[in-house]
């Protein structure tokens, strides 16, 4: 069964730090890009950043590039979120995420229960 549970979240001040993680099990995911998606109140899921397993291909959207790092410890089975200089706006829950790449027929997407991250102004 796979599992994925995330940790790490928190309050904090805008400008200050979180690390989030991620510990994957129940599989291999040596083809799976793993990351992380966010939900704010009355807004729609929307993607953050994710990470090749094997490439260590990473990516990211605009509004975090600078300022997240994702990684991956492969010892661990888990996949971390270094969040700096965070602002206000990125308060949200932050779901881990593991898709098939490439992504097959019948394949599916895992989800993490979410954690809270809430930055104060």
């Known amino acids: 069964q796979v599992q994925l549970v995330e940790s790490g979240g928190g309050l904090v001040q805008a400008g200050g730090s979180l690390r989030l993680s991620c510990a994957a099990s129940?599989?291999?995911?040596?083809?799976?890009?793993v990351g992380w998606f966010r939900q704010a109140p009355g807004k729609e899921r929307e993607f953050v950043a994710r990470?090749?397993?094997?490439?260590?291909?990473?990516y990211y959207t605009d509004s975090v590039k600078g300022r997240f790092t994702i990684s991956r410890d492969n010892a661990n089975n888990t996949v971390y979120l270094q969040m700096n200089s965070l602002k206000p706006e990125d308060t949200a829950v932050y779901y881990c995420?593991?898709?098939?790449?490439?992504?097959?027929?019948?394949?599916?997407?895992?989800w993490g229960q979410g954690t809270q991250v809430t930055v104060s102004s």
């Open positions: 990470i090749h397993w094997s490439t260590l291909t990473t």
């Open positions: 129940g599989r291999t995911f040596s083809n799976y890009l």
């Open positions: 995420n593991a898709a098939p790449s490439p992504r097959r027929i019948g394949d599916r997407d895992y």
